[in-house]
């Protein structure tokens, strides 16, 4: 009948690394002896093997207003199988090796664990990776500096932005301003001081043809998830750059 040798009562026996004989005779109850099988040989290895390396965003955790992700990374050599999160992706081959979720991405924290299997079935200590879905259009407030009814020419405004999160300093929020509609006259030219706040200034000059109330447009930035906000022309200033005159409706009498 057909019979089972378990490899598990002799591990303690084995050396990791030493390529092993098995050769198989069956006695009788006569004890004659059979000719032995061919035998077989193996390798006994309980080496763990490298662990993979996620190359996306670096290698470093990151935030996404994406439905998916696709986690790319290095192989190294002898390995079977790369799994993420205990199970094996698809497709693999020696090399590097790219994965894509199935699902749309959770709006939370996801963690994701890589690592790769030998042929013996030796699994590898993990790389992870933690990625932040966030679909939230990023809000502000806006400041001028100095505050005042009306500005006249030579006056210097700073437009301070302050955001609720962090944002993307890569990419320069759009602040300009107009007496009339889309509000675009006039540029302010700014900076990042962090990656959350925005300061701007623009000098108020004679030449401006602005005078009387003018709407601030500011659109464009970008959250660090690649949000953008909304359109804000919600506020406004005056400018008055005419200076007044003076007119005597009557004599004096000396």
């Known amino acids: ?30 004890e004659g002896t059979s000719t032995p099988v061919p035998y ?24 996404t207003n994406q439905a998916s992700v696709t986690l790319s990374g290095t192989n190294v050599s002898g390995i079977a199988q790369i799994l ?9 081959a020696a090399g590097n090796w790219s994965w894509t979720t199935t699902a749309d991405l959770p709006a939370a924290s996801n963690t994701f664990s890589v690592t790769a299997k030998d042929a013996a ?57 107009d007496d009339a509609l889309p509000y675009t006259q006039t540029t302010v030219s700014g900076d990042w001081q962090t990656d959350r706040i925005w300061v701007g200034s623009r000098s108020i000059s004679a030449s401006l043809t602005d005078d009387g109330v003018n709407t601030i447009s ?17 506020n406004s200033f005056t400018i008055d750059t005419v200076n007044p005159t003076v007119t005597i409706t009557s004599p004096i009498n000396d």
Do not use: C
């Not at 009948?1 to 109850?29: C, H």
């Open 1 to 30: 009948g057909a019979w089972v040798l378990n490899r598990s009562a002799f591990n303690t026996l084995l050396i990791s690394g030493q390529t092993y004989k098995v050769e198989a005779r069956a006695i009788d109850n006569a």
């Open 40 to 63: 077989i040989s193996f390798t006994y290895d309980t080496t763990l093997p490298d662990a993979p390396v996620i190359t996306t965003n670096g290698g470093s955790d990151f935030v």
């Open 84 to 92: 993420v999160n205990g199970a094996p992706i698809s497709g693999f």
């Open 121 to 177: 079935g030796n699994e590898s200590l993990a790389d992870t990776i933690t990625i932040s879905k966030d679909t939230t259009l990023p809000t502000f407030g806006l400041v001028l500096d100095p505050i005042k009814t009306a500005y006249r020419a030579g006056d210097v405004i700073t437009f301070t932005l302050t955001f609720n999160e962090a944002m993307n300093t890569a990419i320069e929020p759009t602040v300009t301003f």
């Open 218 to 234: 500011i659109s464009d930035a970008q959250d660090a998830a690649g949000n953008p906000i909304a359109l804000n022309i919600s």
